[in-house]
């Protein structure tokens, strides 16, 4: 019922419900308090509002599993676009006959199953379908609407002859590829057999010479199709007896981890360590500080898995263990074709770093078609969380300016150690940083993650999915480097000091900012003090050291590369600023701050070069 705060509570209830289904800690965190309030922002990610009615549910690339709780969407029925795009979702596509508004539709890149309801087709505003990259069967059904100018059912397992409307004949053939039994325009393949039954080509052959062909065709069919099913069922018999042999195998040769062993080099922990299973792959341990004595290959594919996202570079996966702390999978895709010897010298380059704002790498499992990292599971999440998470609720715990600094500090000694200015020996850029990928531990160290991938990635994809805050040189020459990478930094730093979601890790229909252009521009036109997140100023005592760090962010986000500093400098420079205020001149709350004074420090004001 709307009592008058501008939302409409089943519309929240409903929110819940289907919350209650999603398996995501990040929404059970999130979704609390008031969704949100007349045409102000939304408190609730992924949600958006008119008058405090939700008309917008864009939960893209979460990690959501389970089934989707049709019966919530029902009481939406202000809803004009929802999107679960590239999720985890299985079970049967929903109908959304009570949605009526609906304008965007968006379940590409799941594991939705079954037919595309029928019920699709009295959605009169319907605008946009994208369900490609799903597991749909049966026949499309005749779509008509004149609105819908964008249709995607590639990637899926649709069959039968495509329905002759002019909506779907109007959109492109690649609409309809990756779906082998499709048929009839805009597809090339002619839709002229008529499949039928063996009991009816049977009772078809008396009937003259056509006939009896196609009886012979059938059985023909029939024929194959046995000798095919005999073939699968012995390959299968074969392949059950060599997969016992190899477990039991498996179990005899596992091998714990001494105490002697931890001073030994990678390479000779990762030799004796070996855990072969065959052709198949090897589970190769590079760590052994952090329970890898409690597992093996065969316990780590038993354990229990649950879905933490979708990277740009494979999905992530917690697997808890009977025994043991959880760690974390990642199934790498689209990497270099790289001989096993060249992965393992690779993958021996990054175990090598060691440093204790890194994530390490426990272990990883190659094989030819799987290529698998095994890390520490982080068990405070990651930074992009803990700054932007559960904003507007009563259980957002808040995120101090101290707490920040030491995150900066963290992230700054990662990088110092990664460009080589430490006891390192080979310098490689990470070349993708950004907040969810520095973790934060059970003891509130910061780890940062994918490092080393650089030189795991196929060049074409690596240029064009890393470096998340995208410097100007980047977007001309597509290459990482030392200098990205600081740049990078500088944009995770302005976004640990205004707390504002930066443009590229924004979901779609939610705002991100160009965290490096709006500063410069608040320090150029000298409303420095109102960029900074309200949240950390209730701490007394930092205002010397947030000016000092966004000095710092800002001239690692200058846009000459040269002009900007080594990452030895900044880390040493981060390491000076206190985290409180030691002098009366460092006392600062925003309760005390009008924010309508500028910050106008001169040497801030310098080191802008836009
Ligand atoms: N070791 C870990 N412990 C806890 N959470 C992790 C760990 N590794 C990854 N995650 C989380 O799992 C999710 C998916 O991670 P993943 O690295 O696959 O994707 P990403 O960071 O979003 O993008 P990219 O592939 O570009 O790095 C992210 O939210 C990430 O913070």
Known sequence: VDDGSGFLGYERDALLHLKSGLNSPFLDRNWTGIMCYMDNTPYWYGIQCHKGRVTGLILDSIGLTGDVKVDALSNLTELQTLSFKNNSFTGRMMEFTLNQKLRNIDLSRNGFYGEIPPSLLNLDSLESLQIQDNRLTGLIPGFNQSGLTRFNVSNNRLSGEIPQTKTLQAVGLSSYQGNANLCGPPTPTLCRVKWQSVSEASSDQSSGGQSHGHGLFVAVLVVVDVLLVVIILLLLFTYYKKYNKLRKEMKAKAIPVKDEERNSTIMERATERRISVGEGGDLVFVESDHGTTTFDLDGLFRASAE??????????????????????????????????????????AIADQKHPNLLPLLAYFYSKEEKLFVYKFAANGNLFNRIHGGRGTRERIPFRWSSRLAAARGVARALNYLHGNTRSHTAVPHGNLKSTNVLIDESDEILVADYGLTSLIALRIAAQRMVAYKCPEYLSQKSVSKKSDVWSYGCLVLELLTGRVPAHSAAEGVVGVDLCGWVHRAVREEWTGEVFDEEMAVQRGANRGMLK????????????????????????????????????????????????????DDSLSATTSV
Request: hydrophobic share 30%; aromatic share 6%; net charge negative.
């Open 307 to 348: 879905g933490l996202g979708k990277g740009n570079f494979g999905n992530c996966y917690k697997a808890m263990m009977e025994v043991g702390p959880a760690v974390v999978v990642k199934r790498l895709r689209d990497l270099k074709p790289l001989n096993k010897d060249e992965f393992t010298r690779q993958i021996t």
């Open 549 to 600: 760090l966004m000095q710092i962010a800002l001239k690692c986000c200058d846009r000459s590369p040269e002009k900007r500093p080594e990452m030895g400098e900044v880390a040493a420079e981060v390491e000076e600023i206190k985290a409180g205020g030691e002098s009366e001149e460092d006392d600062f709350s925003y309760s005390s701050y009008d924010r309508s004074v500028t910050v106008t």
